[in-house]
């Protein structure tokens, strides 16, 4: 199953994917985790097997003309179909005992143009995991609607919503539904990040109406000082009930068996 992960920025979609894919992990499926965030930063919250620093696919624009044949073809042209068999065991990384990690790191500067080719990298990317090969695909979202509204995410089965308590993130949770629903993907969950109490549990219900919370995680300050100190965070145990019922919600809204 693939499963893209979003919301607005700063609300913890970088530490959810790694608290879900290592809770995957260890639940025994095979995880692959895609940082398609120009802020990467997925790796600092996965336990990667080596050390040292991780090359994202963006800092080789070579390989990304080559892949996607951006200035090779007419207009401005670009392959929707890029064979990018060379570019996971490239650029893959180990974490967790042989998981792996694909960091993208799509970033530009002002005025330097459209994502076209890195677009046409990432669906060749998300469509040409191979049944049997991994059994999850995580990809942790750039902030806001970039990816949806693009159509990059076009490949995956479901997306998680991310929202915090307050409005704003979950206004952008309803444009994230809006816009998935547009692409054809149907599952779409909202969940709650960072709440104190059952307070703010009732209150961001009340925003969302009928639909309904799949999984709340509470402030932890754990969390936060591994952050600060670097290091990939540690799972609550209070997190767990939370995290196993996504897994579940998710294995039977996707087409996978658990193995």
């Not at 894919?21 to 985790?33: F, I, K, P, S, T």
């Amino acid at each position: 199953m693939k499963i893209a992960i979003a919301g607005k920025g700063g609300v913890g979609k970088t530490t959810l994917t790694g608290l879900l894919a290592r809770q995957m992990a260890e639940d025994g499926y095979r995880v692959l985790a895609i940082d398609a965030d120009p802020d990467a930063n997925l790796a600092s919250a996965l336990p990667l097997d080596q050390p040292g620093p991780v090359t994202p696919l963006a800092a080789r624009t070579d390989l990304i003309d080559a892949l996607s044949g951006r200035g090779a073809l007419p207009g401005g042209m670009v392959l929707l179909n890029p064979d990018i068999g060379a570019v996971l065991p490239e650029f893959r990384r180990s974490w967790g005992g042989g998981h792996s990690l694909l960091t993208l790191g799509w970033h530009k500067g002002g005025g330097e143009g459209c994502y076209c080719a890195e677009n046409a990298v990432l669906k060749r990317v998300l469509s040409a995991v191979l049944p049997g090969a991994t059994d999850v695909v995580l990809v942790d979202a750039e902030a806001g609607l970039e990816h949806l509204s693009r159509g990059t995410a076009q490949a995956v089965d479901a997306v998680l919503a991310v929202v915090q308590p307050g409005s704003r993130s979950v206004e952008t949770a309803f444009a994230i539904r809006e816009l998935a629903a547009g692409l054809g993907i149907r599952a779409v969950f909202p969940v709650l990040v960072g709440e104190r109490g059952p307070n703010d549990v009732d209150a961001v219900q009340s925003t969302l109406g009928d639909w309904p919370i799949l999984a709340h995680l509470p402030w932890e300050d754990a969390i936060r000082r591994a952050d600060l100190e670097g290091r990939p965070p540690p799972i609550p145990e209070s997190f767990r009930p939370a995290l196993r019922r996504l897994i579940l919600t998710l294995a039977s809204a996707c087409p996978l068996e658990h193995p």
